[in-house]
């Protein structure tokens, strides 16, 4: 039986660059060995043009523990109408900065949110408690475009333009 499982820097590297010809823009690797693990663990690479659609967990309400590995990303909350409520930056921690910067974060059951990645090469460290129910896991906002769709990238730049402009930030 295997005692441990490394993670390394080619790792990262090689998620990075399946990332980047993904056509979602974005590839995660999966830590855990099944999906009824009472912890799931994802790596997920998320290039700056991909679009997760804003989305909550409410059908199993379970709080998402997001962590920066690499890069920045912005965490957007809304409000059952669509309408930003916070926006988060997360960057991965630097011990030697004297910057306070958020690198992790907890995300309640059943708040609307979505991520995006501020800087190429960006990677999350995602932990929330399994088991874990693929047609059930996440509950698409009925107010934002589809993923894939023709609104999607507009919808993108939209929420890049509140990054800096929101009071939240």
């Known amino acids: 039986m295997q005692k441990i499982k490394q993670f390394n820097s080619a790792t990262l590297k ?14 995660h690797l999966n830590l855990h060995q099944s999906y009824s693990e009472k912890c799931q663990k994802v790596i997920n690479a998320v ?5 997760i659609a804003p989305h ?4 199993y309400p379970k709080t998402e523990t ?13 409000d059952d109408r ?5 926006v988060v930056k ?12 958020c690198f992790g974060l907890d995300i309640f059951p059943d708040t609307w949110h979505t991520v995006i990645a501020l800087v190429p090469n960006s990677i999350l460290l995602e932990i929330k408690e399994g088991p874990f129910f693929p047609d059930s ?5 009925p107010w934002a475009p589809d993923e894939g769709s023709k609104d999607a990238f507009n919808y993108l730049m939209l929420l890049r333009g509140k990054i800096n402009s929101s009071p939240a930030s």
């Open 56 to 59: 909550r967990h409410s059908l």
């Open 137 to 141: 896991a996440k509950e698409i906002a």
């Open 66 to 78: 997001l962590i920066a590995l690499n890069g920045a990303f912005a965490l957007f909350t809304f």
């Open 14 to 27: 090689d998620l990075v660059f399946s990332a980047n010809i993904n056509t979602r823009r974005r590839k």
């Open 47 to 51: 290039d700056m043009a991909s679009y």
């Open 90 to 101: 997360l960057e991965m921690p630097r011990t030697n900065s004297k910057s306070n910067a």
């Open 82 to 86: 669509g309408c930003v409520t916070e």
